[in-house]
T-cell receptor, first 114, second 115 residues
């Protein structure tokens, strides 16, 4: 069964600091890995999408990495801002025939404090 | 920037009643999805829809659920006879083109509370 595990469950950091969130997956066959940001009470918003051949992708202060061999990904946030406080969700898509299903992790809840 | 809009934002319904959740996907998108998120748990795929038919559905999407695109703009999720365990946040999403690497754009969800 496809699974996505994220760590840590929650994280508190000071404004201006960097942090790294982790994602391990067992989705097979793998198609792509996405990171979403979900503010409280809102829908998920896409940050990055990476395919098998990509091992790093940036979107502003967000940089995602992917190691398809070890089935691990990380999301690095630099110079954090108060508005970065949200849940960050790792999502993996498989490449089964006709399959467009996404498997979601439970997310890491990030709190950025002044 | 175009958005996926969902109505209502919160729906309270008695157990056993039918409920219809509404979504207006981004206008030039062709693929539509419903997801749910039970409080404190992860987002779960329910169903995908393309060309007026279901492309794929999960085991959660049983006979109590149905989807419809009644006109050129709305996409609805109907739950025929609601149960307490249907209480969750329901998200609609859309994507512009076919392909597994296409981004999915999510609405802000409808919180469904079953009493």
């Amino acid at each position: 069964k496809n699974q996505v595990e994220q760590s840590p469950q929650s994280l508190i950091i000071l404004e201006g600091k960097n942090c790294t969130l982790q994602c391990n997956y067992t989705v097979s066959p793998f198609s792509n890995l996405r990171w979403y940001k979900q503010d409280t009470g809102r829908g998920p918003v896409s940050l990055t999408i990476m395919t098998f051949s990509e091992n790093t992708k940036s979107n502003g202060r967000y940089t995602a990495t992917l190691d398809a061999d070890t089935k691990q990904s990380s999301l690095h946030i630099t110079a954090s801002q108060l508005s970065d406080s949200a849940s960050y969700i790792c999502v993996v898509s498989d490449s089964g025939a006709g399959s467009y299903q996404l498997t979601f992790g439970k997310g890491t809840k990030l709190s950025v404090i002044p | 920037e175009p958005e996926v809009t969902q109505t209502p934002s919160h729906q309270v319904t008695q157990m056993g009643q039918e409920v219809i959740l509404r979504c207006v996907p981004i206008s030039n998108h062709l693929y539509f999805y419903w997801y749910r998120q039970i409080l404190g748990q992860k987002v779960e795929f329910l169903v995908s829809f393309y060309n007026n038919e279901i492309s794929e559905k999960s085991e959660i999407f049983d006979d109590q659920f149905s989807v419809e695109r009644p006109d050129g703009s709305n996409f609805t999720l109907k739950i025929r006879s609601t149960k307490l365990e249907d209480s969750a946040m329901y998200f609609c999403a859309s994507s512009p083109r076919q392909g597994r690497n296409q981004p999915q754009h999510f609405g802000d969800g409808t919180r469904l509370s079953i009493l």
